[in-house]
């Protein structure tokens, strides 16, 4: 549910009230003196979201998103430090080599079947 943001202009309060996005047309009373207050729209805070039942996911990108929500800041920084991203250099067996991004480029393509 969104948070609007109000301001009295008896009495300079500022208060925040929760409700649903339907009700975002109601006027609201101040809590201190009584009247009837002005909304802030700057301090408004709506955001959708759109979130999938487990039973709902068909892609991997979705469950990996839910899967992150479920975890705390620390743990997600400790997973991130745990994994292991960088490319190892292997040593190749005599007689290979390692095939550059220019080699890749030079090599011949196979024409296409028509079809």
């Known amino acids: 549910m969104p948070i609007y943001s109000y301001e009295c202009p008896a009495c300079n309060l ?12 109601t006027k609201e009373k101040c ?15 709506i955001h959708s979201q759109v979130r999938l039942h487990l039973s709902e996911i068909a892609k991997v990108g979705h469950y990996a998103a839910r899967q992150t929500e479920m975890k705390s800041n620390d743990e997600l920084n400790e ?29 011949p393509r196979k024409p296409r079947r028509s079809q």
């Open 14 to 25: 500022a208060f925040e009230v929760q409700r649903y996005i339907k009700d975002y047309r």
């Open 79 to 107: 997973m991130r430090a745990n994994f292991k991203t960088k490319k190892q250099d292997v040593e190749l067996p005599p007689g290979f080599s390692k095939l550059t991004k220019e080699d890749y480029v030079k090599m």
């Open 31 to 45: 809590p201190s003196c009584n009247k009837l207050s002005q909304r802030n729209f700057s301090g408004d805070s």
